[in-house]
């Protein structure tokens, strides 16, 4: 029998940490934005502020407190199938905006927005609906594996196809995820990464972007006025920021140099200004993030509620650490956001969404 408790509140007092923070780091990243492209202070308030921030938390609010677990698993597949067929719409002449070469965003005219966000979400909750009804042959990989390939065959084919290989690379860890806290094998995991490592080398010989990415993790200096410049340029101003950084909004690289000061490069800004320790500080606040939500799974009242925390946790952390790692050299870059952090005020709501389940979750036990 569930017993209702109140929301986890260091969870919540981490969530906060990370959105102040964000919107901190975000301001000052603003600033080399504005220089390049004419941005006003009007933009970034609602953007970030009015649509992202307020408009977000109020959406947690209301989902953390007025919205059934029940009414998420029951209506899973129908949120699912919402999700998928607004993803299509990137592919409508007209409706999709293409940006640097790819089809991510739907413009409405008076906001754009980028599907992926509610495609994540809804295959998530889908997942954590679907693999209790599987719960006992889970261990068992032709089942891991239908299943799997199953949920994924649709955003695999929106997501690559627009491209977006580094959104469908988060998504996918978080279903590999849910598999292992529903009970798949270790070797059957295992398999599953041999297996993704082969599909990597294969995307990469198919699109030529992703081999050009992986050539620039092995070698950064093979084109430095091309493939390897993001890159090239996110190590120069980490490395200029030292151990404390040049300081709030003194970041040299994001007037004209680093692509995407505010977006992908953002953590390369947090380097430059604020150092090794600023750096290192929203790192922490991320693992506090995942250890307590990881947590919160573990406390769940039902396989529901804890499958769909373990989802949303490892969406959030796998996609923060990916930007993280690759601003750093430690991966090929992936052209995923940082959580909470870079801009886009549909992606920061969405997230705020996502806790608001995560609280909600965290009130059943």
């Known amino acids: 029998m569930k017993k209702k408790q109140s929301l986890d509140k260091i969870f919540l007092g981490i969530t906060i940490l990370l959105a102040l923070v964000g919107l901190f780091v975000f301001t000052s990243a603003s600033f080399g934005l504005f220089a390049r492209k004419g941005f006003s202070l009007q933009d970034l308030l609602f953007d970030q502020v009015i649509l992202g921030l307020f408009a977000g938390v109020i959406i947690a609010t209301i989902v953390t407190f007025k919205v059934p677990l029940k009414f998420l698993q029951k209506n899973a597949l129908y949120f699912f199938i919402g999700s998928i067929v607004i993803s299509f719409f990137v592919f409508i002449p007209g409706v999709g905006l293409e940006h640097g ?36 042959r889970i261990s068992k990989l032709k089942y891991a594996l239908g299943v799997t390939f199953g949920i994924l065959f649709f955003p695999a084919l929106i997501l690559l196809s627009e491209p977006d290989t580094g959104t469908f690379a988060v998504l996918f860890a978080s279903i590999v995820a849910m598999l292992l806290a529903a009970g798949m094998k270790i ?18 010989i198919a699109r030529p972007y992703v081999g050009e ?16 410049y993001q890159i090239q340029k996110s190590m120069l101003a980490i490395g200029s920021g030292g151990i404390t950084g040049r300081g709030f909004g003194q970041s040299i690289q994001k007037f004209g140099s680093l692509p ?6 953002i953590f390369a800004v947090v380097g430059e200004e604020f150092g090794f320790i600023g750096g290192a500080i929203i790192i922490v606040l991320f693992l ?57 005020g549909t992606a920061l709501l969405f997230a705020f969404l996502e806790i608001g389940i995560m609280l909600n979750i965290s009130k059943l036990r």
């Open 288 to 344: 506090l993030f995942g250890v307590r939500g990881i947590q919160i799974a573990g406390r769940a009242h039902d396989m529901f509620g804890s499958l769909l925390a373990v989802g949303i946790v490892i969406l959030i952390v796998s996609q923060s650490f990916a930007n993280i790692a690759a601003m750093l050299g430690l991966i090929p870059l992936t052209g995923v956001p940082l959580v909470f952090v870079s801009h886009g």
């Open 260 to 265: 995407e000061p505010t977006g992908d490069s």
């Open 101 to 136: 070469g790819a089809k991510r965003w739907i413009d409405l005219g008076f906001i754009s927005f980028q599907p992926s966000e509610i495609l994540k979400l809804g295959t998530i909750t889908y997942f954590a609906a679907l693999l209790p009804l599987f719960k006992e």
């Open 213 to 228: 990415r992986i050539l620039t993790y092995l070698d950064p200096s093979h084109d430095p006025q091309g493939a390897s």
């Open 187 to 204: 070797r059957h995991f295992l398999i599953i990464v041999v297996v993704s490592i082969f599909a990597v080398g294969l995307l990469a």
